[in-house]
């Protein structure tokens, strides 16, 4: 099989690790409604040239389906990489990357809900190792401790985004909208923008600086357009499904970067954790075949 295909996916997944410890580097650097902001701010002015001509052909498209693009931006934009960047202030990378990898299970989940899709053996079975995978790293491998833990709320506020992203996900399978990917992409930068409009106002307004113009730089480009271009090739070339499966690499990559540049260390309980979050992810990825359903007879 050539390996040509998954450079893209492997290339959006590491950009977004990546992104991971630039989350935590921007913590007493800029504010949290700063860089959530300026960044989609700084990659709408950067589409601009290219999506605004294109945009114009279909603007009655976008008039008449506005609505669902501002809730896709809401979801996928402002609240899934806002809240990211007010978690770092109280949680570590390598657990950033780790919670993130549930949005492929998540997904499946909220999928089952909302789009009536039957539950499948790997859903359930994967859901429950997620869940002991999630609960093993919040309780640092003492899961006795869990009727007096005191859940860290970077780690909650991720869980929560990780939430908003796959129903993010979920309603773009929902909501097949008649616009091109591009244009679809620069609507939805600009309804995240409005939305983060009034809690950059609220402040604290960070100026921009040498020591925070390279953060905003690498999570209004890479992270927002080269990830997005990249993901839409994956999926162009090897299909939604497989491509999702390269998230579950998030928690690989994050701790890497963070070890490399924040000096975090791996634990045990990061590694066992991490393991059996990623193990029922890989099982709802694999096995699909819905409860209830015999197997075909050979």
Not at 36 to 61: D, G, I, N, Y
Not at 194 to 222: E, H, Q, R, V, W
Request: hydrophobic share 60%; aromatic share 10%.
């Amino acid at each position: 099989m050539p390996l040509l295909p998954f450079l893209a996916p492997l290339g959006a997944v590491l950009i977004w690790s990546g992104n991971m410890t630039i989350n935590q580097l921007t913590v007493g650097t800029i504010s949290p409604s700063s860089i959530a902001f300026l960044r989609w701010v700084l990659a709408v002015l950067v589409m601009t040239p290219f999506v605004w001509p294109r945009l114009w052909s279909e603007r009655r498209q976008v008039i008449q389906h506005w609505p669902r693009l501002a809730l896709l931006g809401l979801l996928g934009m402002a609240l899934w990489q806002g809240l990211a960047y007010v978690a770092a202030a109280t949680t570590s990378a390598t657990n950033m990357g780790i919670l993130a990898a549930m949005v492929p299970l998540l997904t499946i989940l909220l999928s089952a809900l909302v789009l009536r899709e039957a539950p499948t053996w790997g859903g359930c079975i994967g859901g429950l190792l997620a869940l002991i995978g999630v609960l093993w790293l919040l309780s640092q491998g003492r899961l006795a401790t869990l009727a007096a833990l005191e859940v860290a709320p970077g780690d909650a506020l991720m869980v929560v985004a990780a939430i908003c992203y796959a129903l993010y996900g979920v309603m773009l399978k929902r909501w097949p909208l008649p616009i091109s990917p591009w244009v679809m992409l620069y609507g939805q930068a600009l309804f995240a923008v409005i939305a983060l409009l009034p809690f950059y106002l609220m402040g604290p307004m960070t100026p921009i600086d040498s020591k925070n113009i390279g953060l905003i730089l690498y999570a209004g480009i890479p992270a927002s357009i080269a990830t997005t271009y990249l993901w839409m090739l994956a999926i162009r070339q090897i299909g939604a499904s497989r491509a999702s499966i390269f998230i579950n690499l998030m928690p690989l990559f994050s701790a890497l970067i963070a070890m490399s540049f924040l000096s975090e260390t791996l634990s045990w309980h990061h590694l066992s954790g991490g393991a059996l979050v990623l193990s029922g992810v890989l099982l709802a990825q694999t096995l699909r075949r819905p409860i209830g359903l015999k197997p075909p007879v050979a």
